[in-house]
């Protein structure tokens, strides 16, 4: 089966970094499309940015220019990166790729990675 690896999550002080990876493996040899969503604790899950097959990415209104979302699709992989985090930007973050699974494209969900940024 398809199984998605996160990393880069954990404890992040105000106005650090966030660099989160996902790499799927099994599958097909490249992914397709990519996603990004976070669910802040208490509130609703939320898109943060989508990558399309051909490369372009779009980003939920109330994150545009703060987030940048990634893909690798040799390495099937996908990124998240932010500079100057908030303590809003505490959340569990998922990934999502589409990738051919026995022939036929579909989605999958990581497990989330969960991020703080506090002091």
């Known amino acids: 089966q398809v199984q998605l690896v996160e990393s880069g999550g954990g404890w992040v002080q105000p106005g650090g970094s966030l660099t989160l990876s996902c790499a799927a493996s099994?599958?097909?040899?490249?992914?397709?499309?990519g996603a990004w969503s976070r669910q802040p604790p208490g509130k609703q899950r939320e898109l943060v940015g989508n990558?399309?097959?051909?490369?372009?990415?779009n980003y939920a209104g109330s994150v545009k220019g703060r987030f940048t979302a990634s893909k690798n699709n040799a390495k099937k992989t996908v990124t998240l990166q932010k500079n100057s985090l908030e303590p809003e930007d505490t959340a569990v973050y998922y990934c999502y790729v589409k990738i051919a699974n026995w022939g036929v494209r579909d989605g999958y969900w990581g497990q989330g990675t969960p991020v703080t940024v506090s002091s």
């Open positions: 990558m399309t097959s051909r490369g372009m990415t």
């Open positions: 099994g599958g097909g040899s490249s992914i397709y499309d």
